[in-house]
């Protein structure tokens, strides 16, 4: 069975700060990774995906993520980040088995960023 | 906004009853997903339809169940409602062909049960 950790639950930053928010995956198949953002009191929205081909995906407002499969890891980055980024963040993993696309989602990462 | 909605916004109800939470998926989109969200469990997937048949289950209760309908909105049944059941439920939908992978989510149906 898929399963992804999160390793850190709550990450408070200063602003203009360099992030990092760490997820490893568990799958024996291919798989598709996501990071979803949760700002409070909203869904989710999705902030990057890796379906295949290049390791390093990037978002329109300046986070990243690298897949790397021999460390089963998907860690987003952010090298400035700005007071507006404070939110939860989701790690989820997908793969085509029996034709669903369920997504199994980390616990989440709280990141705070403070002025 | 990602183009699912969601009713009720907020529901408030005793424990025993039963609720109907309502989505709509995007323009397009065949699947439709359900999710609960709690603060002990996190977000954990329900139940999937595509095209108005069931495609996948995961940690749904039996006192839960769901449906999709010809035009493709989708309905989550709660009965027998306890305390645990308080949460937060979202709908997701995608285009459901094994393409993109994305789904979009609701924002959300808040379930309080007292």
């Known amino acids: 069975a898929q399963s992804v950790t999160q390793l850190d639950s709550q990450v408070p930053v200063f602003e203009e700060a360099p992030v990092e928010l760490r997820c490893n995956y568990s799958s024996s198949v291919s798989v598709y990774l996501f990071w979803y953002v949760q700002y409070p009191n909203q869904g989710l929205q999705l902030l990057l995906k890796?379906?295949?081909?290049?390791?390093l995906v990037e978002s329109i407002n300046g986070f990243e993520a690298e897949f790397n499969k021999s460390q089963t890891s998907f860690h987003l980055r952010k090298p400035s980040v700005h007071i507006s980024d404070t939110a939860e963040y989701f790690c989820a993993v997908s793969d085509d088995q029996g034709g669903s696309e369920k997504l199994v989602f980390g616990k989440g990462t709280k990141l705070t960023v403070n002025p | 906004d990602s183009g699912v909605t969601q009713t009720p916004k907020h529901l408030i109800t005793a424990t025993g009853q039963r609720v109907t939470l309502r989505c709509s998926p995007r323009s397009g989109d065949l699947s439709v997903y359900w999710y609960q969200q709690s603060l002990d469990q996190g977000l954990q997937f329900l139940i999937q339809?595509?095209?108005?048949?069931?495609?996948a289950k995961g940690n749904i209760l039996e006192r839960f169940s769901a449906q999709q309908f010809p035009d493709l909105h989708s309905e989550l049944n709660l009965s027998s409602l306890e305390l645990g059941d308080s949460a937060l439920y979202f709908c997701a939908s995608s285009v459901g062909a094994q393409t993109s992978y994305e789904q979009y989510f609701g924002p959300g149906t808040r379930l309080t049960v007292t």
């Open positions: 339809y595509y095209n108005g048949e069931e495609r």
């Open positions: 890796y379906l295949s081909g290049s390791t």
